[in-house]
């Protein structure tokens, strides 16, 4: 069984869908707002193995990086992100953007050791106490 799962998922998609929508114009917010935004769009419950896994693959492309308590785009992201051709469905547009990165297990050692200085565990526990399932 690989270490990592090296293909993108709908989950990764929704993840950044999400992210992208809750970071508005401060580029970045924390977890439970990013939670809260996937619920909002399509009622998407993301399960922390999800987001754990989506976050290691978005952060070994360098689209994701951590600061303090937030989740933040990267400029590597948007530079992409703007040059996708004007999608009318933003999903679509995001899935095509995530096929064109390829995941490489290397990259992912890094990622895992911030996800876990950031608490992603504590993290999600909380949204789930507060905010429900």
Known sequence: MPKY???????????????LLASGEEGGAPLHEILLMADAVDGTVLSQNEVEQGLEKLMSVGYVAIKKNKLLLTPTFLTDYESIDGAEDERLALEQLLQTKALQAENFDEPKILIKKYKLKNQYQAYLEQFGG
């Open 5 to 19: 799962n090296l293909t993108w998922q709908e989950a990764d998609v929704q993840l950044l869908e999400a992210l």
